[in-house]
């Protein structure tokens, strides 16, 4: 009766160890920076796969936009090494002149692209082609 009752305890424990892995490894708190795909908002400039949509705006007058979630990025250290090497391989470059606080410029043959980090989440603004300029105010989103 025992031996059976501390089978039943050691498997039960095992378990709970497996679970407690499980959950460790499924909330890794730093993207992997190994896959991107296209934006929704500009399907030429990469975003992580690990990041997911929170907001959008798409057909806005002035600008199109789509907010991600991404655990891990801060917006104390701008865009990670990883990130903006992976955007300067799919063809993008960084306008330094016209770069704002935590955001950033990239240009793509006549595309613009503006990039703001964030704590845990970034935006891809897209402004209209008439407005060349960054707009501001994106540093204060959530």
Same mark, same amino acid.
């Given at each position: 009766?025992?031996?059976?009752?501390?089978?039943?305890s050691?498997?039960?424990?095992?378990?709970?160890?497996?679970?407690l892995?499980?959950?460790?490894?499924c909330?890794?708190?730093?993207p992997?920076?190994?896959?991107?795909?296209?934006?929704?908002?500009?399907?030429?400039?990469?975003?992580?796969?690990?990041?997911?949509?929170?907001e959008t705006?798409?057909?806005?007058?002035?600008?199109?936009y789509?907010?991600?979630s991404l655990?891990?990025?801060?917006?104390?250290?701008?865009?990670?090494?990883?990130y903006?090497?992976?955007?300067?391989?799919?063809?993008?470059?960084?306008?330094?002149?016209? *770069? &704002?606080? /935590?955001?950033? @410029?990239?240009k793509? #043959? %006549?595309?613009? $692209?503006?990039?703001?980090?964030?704590d *845990? &989440?970034? /935006?891809?603004? @897209?402004?209209?082609? #008439? %407005?060349k300029? $960054?707009i501001?105010?994106?540093?204060?989103s959530?």
């Open positions: 009766m025992r031996l059976r009752g501390r089978r039943y050691l498997c039960f424990m095992g378990l709970v160890w497996m679970m892995l499980v959950i460790t490894g909330a890794s708190s730093t992997s920076w190994t896959k991107f795909e296209g934006s929704a908002v500009e399907k030429s400039f990469p975003v992580p796969k690990e990041a997911s949509i929170t705006a798409l057909n806005n007058s002035r600008m199109d789509v907010h991600y655990s891990g990025i801060n917006e104390s250290s701008s865009v990670p090494v990883e903006q090497q992976a955007i300067n391989e799919w063809g993008w470059t960084e306008q330094e002149d016209q *770069n &704002s606080g /935590t955001t950033r @410029v990239y793509k #043959d %006549k595309a613009i $692209v503006q990039l703001t980090i964030h *845990n &989440s970034f /935006t891809v603004l @897209v402004p209209k082609q #008439d %407005k300029t $960054v501001q105010g994106l540093e204060s959530p």
